[in-house]
T-cell receptor, first 114, second 110 residues
Framework: GAGVSQSPRYKVAKRGQDVALRCDPI?????LFWYQQALGQGPEFLTY????????KSGLPSDRFFAERPEGSVSTLKIQRTQQEDSAVYLC????????????FGPGTRLTVT | EDQVTQSPEALRLQEGESSSLNCSYT??????LFWYRQDPGKGPEFLFT???AGEEKEKERLKATLTKKESFLHITAPKPEDSATYLC???????????FGQGTRLTINP
């Protein structure tokens, strides 16, 4: 079956612009996660949804970052007033349930802020 | 602070030269230890989950093991196509997120 898909794959934004990144999880997966990956580093947690409920947003770096999953399927990560330090790869992952289930990752969106 | 540390940061081997990658963790109440492979420009690809000390899992040339303080990813007779970054991550008590190490960049020369 289809894996996790993300769009766009690449995004260039000028500093101060708003961006929206989309994630389509594997069909039927209850849990959805967003991670941020800087060059040469491991992914870092941003936020977590179980169905449509955002249960953990402790990793969001500032109030410019906002995520939603209104119908418990597709999710959008929005970054307002982008800054250069927001440049990174944004990864989405989904899993059947929460807890110890393995998470399956999408290809990521590479965001470059100029 | 819960932390996952991988070593070495980079490893270069000749084809057929077996070795091990290390993942040490200082987390309270580890509920699962995950290994992923990541190729350039792609998302991490799931390899293994280990849940308790003493557990081992194998897939082709890879074998993952877990002790109370660390995990090893053993690679036997590697091939150039095994070249990738290998990431380990833990899930801790009371949380759902993965805490990743910084990865080991493995290069297998033909």
């Amino acid at each position: 079956g289809a894996g996790v898909s993300q769009s766009p794959r690449y995004k260039v934004a000028k500093r101060g612009q708003d961006v929206a990144l989309r994630c389509d999880p594997i069909s039927g997966h209850v849990s959805l996660f967003w991670y941020q990956q800087a060059l040469g580093q491991g992914p870092e947690f941003l936020t977590y949804f179980q169905n449509e409920a955002q249960l953990d947003k402790s990793g969001l770096p500032s109030d410019r970052f906002f995520a939603e999953r209104p119908e418990g399927s597709v999710s959008t990560l929005k970054i307002q007033r982008t800054q250069q330090e927001d440049s990174a790869v944004y990864l989405c992952a989904s899993s059947w349930t929460s807890g110890r289930s393995e998470q399956y990752f999408g290809p990521g969106t590479r965001l470059t802020v100029t | 602070e819960d932390q996952v540390t991988q070593s070495p940061e980079a490893l270069r081997l000749q084809e057929g030269e077996s070795s091990s990658l290390n993942c040490s963790y200082t987390v309270s109440g580890l509920r699962g230890l995950f290994w992923y492979r990541q190729d350039p420009g792609k998302g991490p690809e799931f390899l293994f989950t280990l849940y308790s000390a003493g557990e081992e899992k194998e897939k082709e040339r890879l074998k993952a093991t877990l002790t109370k303080k660390e995990s090893f990813l053993h690679i036997t007779a590697p091939k150039p196509e095994d070249s990738a970054t290998y990431l380990c991550a833990g899930i801790i008590q009371g949380a759902q997120k993965l805490v990743f190490g910084q990865g080991t960049r493995l290069t297998i020369n033909p």
